[in-house]
């Protein structure tokens, strides 16, 4: 019996465990890019415990594995990937959370009248957070109206839009702690030291985000239709600059204050856009795209995310820092 066997097994045998539970699933259908090949074992839990089963057991084991939501910002293996994807698709959900139920040790919570929490999953898709407050009549989240992902990963990636970060309106995180022998449910409220430009406290750590909990400000029924409103405004500037023509994952490389301009633009001015290797191509529309455009490989993505590096970096000095992630073997 090998070690996805036992740790099947394990599963199986278990009534807390529920969810899907696949082998050599494809997955570039799991990715914005629809890039990659399969994965050796492939497990969705539905719920808090079926996730702190399957990280235990895993671990126990000595099973690698890779935690994904909407794959709107990774790069698959061209090959199968030898180890265990864990998706968040399954746990997905949002609804109003009461002050009540907030941790204790979070002291007395004050909000005003027009404050209000709403919490998620963490594989739930930004497309249904943004409905849910646009029904609503809460406003804070229509710059992520038409951000393709999960809240799970804008969360990891501190998503930022139309000069917005998704920790403007986070007010707290679940998470699974992993880092030790043991696999602990935590909680903490945002603190806005933890937090930068693209960055979170979830990044380069053994950290599963479960739940965000957000701060949104409720508006009157009359403005229900001004919130829908910028929701469609946000989606048309995506369509309008060709965000969806090509699968892509969006913005390859972080912008650089230090820089004085957007990768974007540095790429334009370095003569790049339109550059093709293999079936990855630098958009025409945007320099900070990369996008499938035929056929792509995650070697050609990689190979062209280097290209441009080296070609700006030789021209103007700047090391441009990929946002996407290449899971690799």
């Known amino acids: 019996m090998n070690n996805y066997e036992s740790l099947i097994k394990n599963l199986q045998s278990s009534a807390t465990f529920h ?9 570039a259908k799991k990715s914005t890019f629809k890039i ?3 994965a050796e074992l492939f497990i969705a839990p539905n719920d808090y415990y079926s996730f702190q089963l399957l990280i235990r057991e895993a671990k126990k084991l000595n099973i690698k594995f890779f935690i994904v939501g909407g ?7 061209d090959d199968e990937y030898k180890g265990l994807i864990i998706s968040t698709r399954n746990f997905n959900d949002v609804e109003f959370f009461s002050k009540q139920d907030l941790p204790e040790d979070f002291g007395e919570v004050e909000l005003s009248k027009n404050q209000f929490l709403v919490s998620c999953f963490a594989g739930t898709p930004m497309a249904s ?3 849910f407050c646009t029904q609503s009549c809460f406003s804070g989240a229509e710059q992520f109206a038409g951000l393709p992902g999960t809240i799970g990963g804008a969360v990891f990636m501190n998503a930022r839009c ?13 998470y699974l702690d992993y880092s030790g022998e043991e696999v602990l449910l935590k909680y903490e409220r945002f603190n806005p030291s933890q937090w930068d430009y693209k960055k979170s406290p979830y990044q380069n750590n053994k950290r599963c985000i479960l739940t965000a909990t957000f701060l949104l400000t409720k508006k009157g029924h009359a403005e229900k239709n001004q919130i829908s409103e910028d929701c469609k405004h946000y989606i048309a500037e995506r369509l309008s600059k060709g965000h ?9 490389f972080k912008n650089n204050r230090s820089f004085g301009k957007p990768s974007g633009q540095i790429i334009d001015e370095a003569g790049l856009r339109g550059t093709q290797i293999g079936g990855a191509k630098i958009a025409e529309f945007h320099g900070n795209f990369i996008v499938n455009y035929d056929h792509a490989t ?10 441009t590096q080296k070609t700006v970096e030789d021209k103007y000095g700047f090391k441009l820092e ?5 899971l690799e073997n």
């Open 19 to 27: 969810g899907d539970i696949l082998y050599h699933e494809p997955l």
């Open 298 to 307: 995650q070697k050609d993505v990689k190979n062209l995310v280097e290209f």
């Open 322 to 326: 990929p946002e996407i992630i290449f």
């Open 162 to 174: 139309f000069d917005r970060s998704i920790s403007d309106i986070l007010f707290y995180v679940s």
């Open 129 to 131: 957070f943004v409905n």
């Open 71 to 77: 794959g709107s910002n990774i790069v698959f293996p």
């Open 36 to 38: 990659g090949g399969t």
């Open 244 to 252: 969806f023509i090509y699968p892509s994952a969006g913005s390859v």
